[in-house]
């Protein structure tokens, strides 16, 4: 899973540095690219922090990994999202809590009035329906919002270095895991990664695509904390996949869960207007 976590103690203290558990690799700073694109910040059923990336498919809607959501059949204590495109907590060690950090509107936070994984998630690989939704409190209108890909889109992909080959992943995780590209800003990146395959051991029935994450290949893929993260079309706003694990840490190859299958659509649909 490509969630990254947070101590209590760290969050007052070191103003919410990171603990790896998986921002774009080999990517750059997205600005205002993707302002749809938010990062999720989460208290989850046991009491710690944790963060990921989602985006925006109305005014109150977003889609995550369903793994931003519940965990051991618990769901989120609470959650809050921001759109900024780098993240900061100026005042964080004068709040009386985290919490009430996050819920002063003055800190710029939205928060979800509920989160709902896949009914069928269950968070064992490949076969996970590793898809949620998160519902606002209050709607946010960047004037572009994600859209999903027809069915079946990513079968009509040609292989390799093909022309209509090319992605872009974006999100708000760790730039680099290990050395010599180890970096941890909390900002939105995006970087441009391929299709490498559909039907591999890793991939499932028809549930998640393999995406190259080296930057020998391509310029992105994903880390801890960009879990939930779109996976886009080349330059549109079409979302084929969201991020959802890897095996390597931050490096190789990772599995996204498709968006372009009737049980994730099927699924979103029921939360859109």
Excluded at 8 to 36: E, K, N
Excluded at 67 to 80: D, L, Q, R, Y
């Amino acid at each position: 899973m490509h969630k990254s976590w947070f101590s209590l103690s760290l969050l007052v203290l070191a103003g919410l540095s990171s603990v790896p558990m998986q921002a774009v690799t080999f990517g750059q700073p997205d600005g205002a690219r993707h302002p749809w694109v938010g990062t999720m910040l989460f208290q989850a059923g046991d009491g710690f922090y944790y963060s990921c990336s989602a985006t925006l498919l109305a005014p109150t809607v977003m889609v995550t990994a369903a793994h931003c959501t519940i965990e051991n059949g618990v769901k989120n204590v609470a959650t809050w999202v921001k759109f900024d495109p780098v993240i900061s907590f100026p005042g964080l060690d004068k709040a009386k809590s985290v919490a009430a950090y996050l819920d002063n509107p003055k800190n710029g936070w939205i928060g979800v009035t509920e989160v709902i994984p896949h009914p069928q998630y269950h968070g064992s690989y490949p076969n996970t329906y590793d898809v949620g939704i998160v519902i606002l409190k209050s709607a946010v209108d960047p004037g572009v919002f994600g859209a999903l890909p027809p069915l079946g889109f990513l079968q009509t992909i040609g292989g390799g270095n093909s022309g209509n080959n090319l992605f872009n992943v974006v999100g708000y995780g760790m730039q680099g895991y290990i050395k010599p590209f180890h970096s941890d800003t909390w900002e939105r990146y995006f970087g441009q990664i391929r299709l490498v395959e559909l039907k591999s051991t890793f991939d499932g029935d028809a549930a998640s695509a393999k995406f190259t994450n080296n930057p020998g290949k391509t310029s992105g893929g994903s880390c801890y904390g960009d879990s939930g993260g779109p996976v886009f079309y080349s330059t549109t706003n079409m979302i084929v996949a969201v991020v959802s694990w890897g095996i390597t840490p931050c490096i190789g190859v990772d599995y996204n869960f498709r968006i372009d299958t009737p049980a994730a659509q099927d699924f979103i649909r029921k939360y859109l207007p």
